[in-house]
């Protein structure tokens, strides 16, 4: 897969996404890297850590999030984008389910689309994608959490994203899979996905895994928003076993670190 000016090798490698929350009110950093010169810097940091791409998100998607408007979000990041793309060789993704913020974000040189709704949110996304020849992310996510077979259905609901991809004309090979840990799931759903991440690779698409100080991990382990590192790191270990390929983290130089352990110990 190409993203931006860079190839991945999605089948026999592993990639770190590190996030750039530009929002007031992300669950993890918000309000931290809303200044320019703060966003830059914590790039600098990530891509000297080892990111492999920048993850830019202009509207927080926690629980009981607020919503933001489109011209709200695309006055967030499209400085922000055109900042990065003129001082650093990174590839970026743009975290909107928003065709117009999407348009925007690819006309400042975004590099792919992580959309939480897998294009089903917005009817003109598969397109803005589709022209724009950008890579895409397709999160698995639902209005209503009750499942009757829970893996099968995530497997069904995520394909129907893919159709919407293919009927627009995307590629192949410019679409990636993401389970959605933490949406409208509970905590048993999300540590099963997790661990059946297997099943996604059916599909014959490349898996994301974000998981990075999530709900799970805190429910889980019993510990707050900045207790939850290690706990990160188990999920990503385990997620690189189960065949993922991009790992969305806050901390890039630990999950890289933890990547490159996990690697050289299957490899030997």
């Not at 010169?37 to 914590?42: G, I, K, N, S």
Request: charged residues 25%; hydrophobic residues 40%.
């Amino acid at each position: 897969m190409v993203i931006g000016k860079r190839e991945f090798d999605l089948e026999n490698k592993q990639y770190i996404m590190g996030i750039l929350n530009v929002t007031p009110d992300s669950f993890s950093d918000g309000g931290r890297f809303q200044a320019l010169d703060e966003a830059l810097f914590h790039v600098e940091q990530m891509t000297e850590e080892g990111a492999d791409i920048i993850d830019i998100g202009g509207e927080s998607t926690r629980p009981n999030y607020e919503p933001v408007s489109d011209e709200e979000e695309i006055g967030r990041i499209v400085p922000v984008i055109e900042k990065i793309k003129a001082r650093f060789d990174v590839p970026l993704s743009l975290d909107t389910y928003k065709s117009q913020v999407a348009q925007a974000g690819i006309d400042a040189g975004a590099d792919m689309i992580n959309d939480i709704w897998g294009l089903k949110a917005d009817p003109k996304m598969a397109q803005v994608v589709a022209k724009g020849q950008v890579a895409v992310c397709l999160m698995h996510n639902r209005q209503a959490a009750p499942y009757q077979d829970f893996i099968s259905q995530v497997q069904i609901e995520l394909q129907q994203s893919l159709d919407l991809a293919k009927s627009a004309g995307i590629a192949d090979e410019r679409i990636i899979l993401d389970p959605g840990v933490g949406f409208a799931k509970s905590l048993e759903e999300n540590l099963k996905i997790i661990n059946h991440l297997d099943a996604l690779k059916t599909l014959g698409y490349p898996v994301l895994l974000g998981t990075s100080r999530k709900s799970v991990i805190g429910q889980t382990l019993g510990v707050d928003i900045q207790e939850r590192e290690e706990g990160t790191l188990v999920t990503t270990v385990i997620g690189m076993m189960k065949g993922a390929s991009v790992f969305r983290v806050h901390n890039v130089k630990g999950n890289k670190r933890a990547l490159a352990m996990a690697r050289a110990i299957i490899e030997a």
